[in-house]
């Protein structure tokens, strides 16, 4: 197994452009999620996921869409790129079993700045 | 909203001395995560406490969940030069309707070794 996978690992962007970060599982997880990391704020939600179909906010979602037409695949679409975008993206998964739930598994990450 | 305080931020230790990272919740959890993200990586999973007063240990880890299951703590014997790296403690945010799928993550505590 891959486990999660995130593509580009790093990209620069202008601002105003768009573009779509990719995430893939291979674990049949339901859940997946999208993480922002920045310097002394930990990770903070952007947006979430409880299986096909189905997607929400988490705490900062504000310029960011997501859809889920796959258990596989969770894109995050930034639609007009701003300089506070600027940070490393984690696409994460979770399996919905009793025992494993809430653990998150995470990708690489992308590493994205906008200028 | 809930929210999880992770003290200290920082912490730099000489190889050997022991290390310790703090983590409180605003409301009562139903379980807490340790993550541990090393420099330039993705948070891995550590362990999960459920029960309250529980502890555990891993070889030189040993994680302690409060009586109140709103606060834990991560305390590290004799560190090494592998421990180097963040670690992030996360609470999850119960929905209405998904049970526990969001987590909060902690501003996590960064650990530097002096050999």
């Known amino acids: 197994n891959a486990g999660v996978t995130q593509t580009p690992k790093f990209q620069v962007l202008k601002t105003g452009q768009s573009m779509t970060l990719q995430c893939a599982q291979d674990?049949?997880?339901?859940?997946m999620s999208w993480y922002r990391q920045d310097p002394g704020m930990g990770l903070r939600l952007i947006h979430y996921s409880v299986g096909a179909g189905i997607t929400d906010q988490g705490e900062v979602p504000n310029g960011y869409n997501v859809s889920r037409s796959t258990t596989e695949d969770f894109p995050l679409r930034l639609l007009s790129a701003a300089p506070s975008q600027t940070s490393v993206y984690f696409c994460a998964s979770s399996s919905r079993l009793a025992g494993d739930r809430d653990t998150q598994y995470f990708g690489p990450g992308t590493r994205l700045t906008v200028l | 909203g809930q929210q999880v305080m992770q003290i200290p931020q920082y912490q730099h230790v000489q190889e050997g001395e022991d290390f310790t990272t703090y983590c409180n919740s605003s409301t009562t959890l139903s379980n807490i995560q340790w993550y541990k993200q090393r420099p330039g990586g993705h948070p891995v999973f550590l362990i999960q406490?459920?029960?309250?007063?529980e502890v555990k240990k891993q070889k030189r880890l040993t994680f302690q969940f409060g009586e109140a299951k709103k606060n834990s703590s991560l305390h590290i014997t004799a560190t090494q030069t592998t421990d180097v790296g963040t670690y992030f403690c996360?609470?999850?945010?119960?929905?209405?309707?998904?049970?526990?799928?969001?987590?909060?993550f902690g501003t996590g505590t960064r650990l530097t070794i002096i050999p």
């Open positions: 406490l459920v029960k309250s007063g």
């Open positions: 674990m049949n997880h339901e859940y």
């Open positions: 996360a609470g999850p945010r119960r929905l209405a309707n998904f049970g526990n799928e969001k987590l909060t």
